[in-house]
């Protein structure tokens, strides 16, 4: 990935190597500061560990329990969750079929829950208030499995969905809007299934924020569709050959090579500016989902769409880890955290696996046809996208071990993934570049309510007794 990052960091398997040691060496020190006796807000009291000891080796069950704990793993999880739609956009960009990408990503993101399960969930003696993970799969849980189940179904259905909707409207706007739906409709039913733990007058106000940052994220990508236009039509009008919108086959496509450095988002000398006719024409020229000729109507519609999705898998995850409809049966423990997340993780990974190798030969919004033969000798990239799905693995697993303990409400917090996107398509795809004073004024706005929004919403944490 040749951008400005440092040449250490231009091989996807490093990078999965030294995300899963950071993350491992990060509880490690967690679990030595846990032996100093410091104040509420200090490092080691922000997570609290179970009193079990895990026979001779000393290592215990983590379990997250304070308001401060819960926040500290919101921010990893917000990092993470904003870090793996760049990974997949940057593929996209490149030429690599979404199928291929989505395939790869999605064995990586059910790792990640394995992992988590057999880590988190496994450490410890079992008990019958606290089962591990291996004890509660043969337990009589189905009811919560099932709601577990269900949420993996909507995250799934949500997450392929924002892979087309990126090509459309491109990554920041595509974060906020669906982020922005999932804390509206999410939020308001997590509240009222943990009991209204949250402080109403604070969360409400903060839904209220994405609210307005739905609105202003729309109006920024009409904006920026328009400024587009105006660049092609202008373009045409200058170009000596007429070259336009339909005069994209004029410029040469360069092959995607994942080790290489010819990239189109290093905005290297010789190449299109970011921002420019001649990059916007190139860039459809190289990806894989054309655009062209859409109308904003389509990216706007998948957006949405994938909100709504969003919106679901944590109410469900919340179902599934708390019983709140009391459907299991009595002397049934609820399930853990890291057990609900595995089963939430393994029909995401089914429902996946079977959308994206039937669009393999039958796909979608005219991108290309491929076969599962194909896409086993497509390597070009695809490091990226294993690495795309470990990181959203683990942030998910963040999410969900902060909303136990503080409220699912108060971690839709982490829906604040689209400061960190934003970041990522302004820096690294020059998304916005060379855009109007009306599109970057809109864009400063919603970013700011955004922010507010999250904010509050980090305020109004409670905690689950």
Same mark, same amino acid.
């Given at each position: 990935?040749?951008?400005?990052?440092?040449?250490?960091?231009?091989?996807?398997?490093?990078?999965?190597?030294?995300?899963?040691?950071?993350?491992?060496?990060?509880?490690?020190?967690?679990?030595?500061?846990?032996?100093?006796?410091?104040?509420?807000?200090?490092?080691?009291?922000?997570?609290?560990?179970?009193?079990?000891?895990?026979?001779?080796?000393?290592?215990?069950?983590?379990?997250?329990?304070?308001?401060?704990?819960?926040?500290?793993?919101?921010?990893?999880?917000?990092?993470?969750?904003?870090?793996?739609?760049?990974?997949?956009?940057?593929?996209?960009?490149?030429?690599?079929?979404?199928?291929?990408?989505?395939?790869?990503?999605?064995?990586?993101?059910?790792?990640?829950?394995?992992?988590?399960?057999?880590?988190?969930?496994?450490?410890?003696?079992?008990?019958?208030?606290?089962?591990?993970?291996?004890?509660?799969?043969?337990?009589?849980?189905?009811?919560?499995?099932?709601?577990?189940?269900?949420?993996?179904?909507?995250?799934?259905?949500?997450?392929?969905?924002?892979?087309?909707?990126?090509?459309?409207?491109?990554?920041?706007?595509?974060?906020?809007?669906?982020?922005?739906?999932?804390?509206?409709?999410?939020?308001?039913?997590?509240?009222?299934?943990?009991?209204?733990?949250?402080?109403?007058?604070?969360?409400?106000?903060?839904?209220?924020?994405?609210?307005?940052?739905?609105?202003?994220?729309?109006?920024?990508?009409?904006?920026?569709?328009?400024?587009?236009?105006?660049?092609?039509?202008?373009?045409?009008?200058?170009?000596?050959?007429?070259?336009?919108?339909?005069?994209?086959?004029?410029?040469?496509?360069?092959?995607?090579?994942?080790?290489?450095?010819?990239?189109?988002?290093?905005?290297?000398?010789?190449?299109?500016?970011?921002?420019?006719?001649?990059?916007?024409?190139?860039?459809?020229?190289?990806?894989?989902?054309?655009?062209? @000729?859409?109308?904003?109507?389509? %990216? !706007?519609?998948?957006? /949405?769409?994938? #909100?709504?999705? =969003?919106?679901?898998?944590?109410? *469900?995850?919340?179902?599934?880890?708390?019983?709140?409809?009391?459907?299991?049966?009595?002397?049934?423990?609820?399930?853990?955290?890291?057990?609900?997340?595995?089963?939430?993780?393994?029909?995401?990974?089914?429902?996946?696996?079977?959308?994206?190798?039937?669009?393999?030969?039958?796909?979608?919004?005219?991108?290309?046809?491929?076969?599962?033969?194909?896409?086993?000798?497509?390597?070009?990239?695809? @490091?990226?996208?294993?690495?795309? %799905? !470990?990181?959203?693995? /683990?942030?998910? #697993?963040?999410? =969900?071990?902060?909303?136990?303990? *503080?409220?699912?409400?108060?971690?839709?917090?982490?829906?604040?993934?689209?400061?960190?996107?934003?970041?990522?398509?302004?820096?690294?795809?020059?998304?916005?570049?060379?855009?109007?004073?009306?599109?970057?004024?809109?864009?400063?706005?919603?970013?700011?309510?955004?922010?507010?929004?999250?904010?509050?919403?980090?305020?109004?944490?409670?905690?689950?007794?």
């Amino acid at each position: 990935m040749d951008i400005w990052w440092p040449q250490w960091w231009l091989s996807p398997k490093k990078c999965s190597l030294f995300f899963l040691f950071s993350f491992f060496f990060l509880l490690k020190i967690l679990d030595t500061l846990l032996k100093f006796d410091m104040d509420y807000w200090s490092l080691p009291k922000l997570v609290i560990l179970s009193p079990e000891r895990v026979l001779s080796s000393g290592l215990k069950m983590y379990m997250v329990e304070s308001k401060g704990g819960a926040i500290v793993c919101m921010l990893f999880s917000l990092l993470l969750l904003g870090t793996w739609p760049a990974l997949l956009t940057l593929l996209e960009r490149r030429g690599r079929l979404p199928q291929h990408t989505y395939l790869d990503y999605t064995i990586t993101n059910l790792l990640a829950a394995v992992i988590i399960a057999l880590t988190f969930g496994q450490f410890g003696p079992s008990t019958p208030e606290r089962p591990n993970f291996l004890t509660q799969l043969s337990q009589d849980n189905w009811p919560s499995v099932l709601f577990a189940m269900a949420g993996g179904m909507v995250l799934s259905l949500g997450n392929l969905s924002t892979q087309y909707a990126w090509a459309f409207v491109g990554l920041s706007v595509t974060e906020v809007v669906s982020a922005s739906i999932t804390v509206v409709i999410g939020t308001t039913l997590n509240y009222y299934l943990d009991d209204k733990i949250n402080k109403a007058e604070i969360l409400f106000s903060g839904v209220a924020c994405f609210l307005i940052a739905v609105c202003l994220g729309s109006a920024v990508h009409s904006s920026n569709n328009a400024d587009n236009k105006i660049k092609l039509d202008n373009f045409s009008n200058d170009s000596k050959d007429g070259v336009g919108t339909n005069g994209i086959s004029s410029f040469k496509q360069r092959k995607f090579n994942s080790g290489s450095t010819n990239d189109l988002e290093d905005g290297a000398p010789g190449k299109a500016k970011f921002g420019t006719a001649a990059f916007l024409i190139e860039l459809e020229n190289t990806r894989s989902i054309k655009v062209f @000729g859409k109308g904003t109507f389509i %990216g !706007l519609a998948i957006t /949405f769409f994938a #909100g709504i999705c =969003f919106s679901m898998f944590s109410p *469900a995850f919340n179902l599934a880890t708390n019983d709140q409809w009391h459907t299991l049966k009595d002397g049934v423990p609820h399930l853990t955290v890291y057990t609900a997340f595995f089963y939430f993780s393994s029909f995401c990974f089914v429902i996946a696996m079977v959308l994206n190798l039937t669009f393999l030969y039958y796909p979608i919004l005219n991108a290309p046809k491929s076969s599962f033969k194909a896409y086993l000798n497509d390597w070009n990239g695809r @490091g990226w996208a294993l690495l795309a %799905g !470990l990181v959203c693995g /683990f942030g998910n #697993g963040l999410q =969900f071990m902060g909303g136990q303990a *503080a409220g699912y409400a108060a971690a839709d917090a982490v829906q604040a993934l689209p400061l960190v996107s934003t970041f990522w398509g302004v820096i690294l795809f020059g998304e916005y570049r060379r855009s109007s004073r009306k599109t970057y004024t809109l864009l400063a706005g919603m970013l700011f309510m955004f922010t507010a929004a999250v904010a509050i919403l980090m305020a109004s944490s409670g905690h689950r007794k």
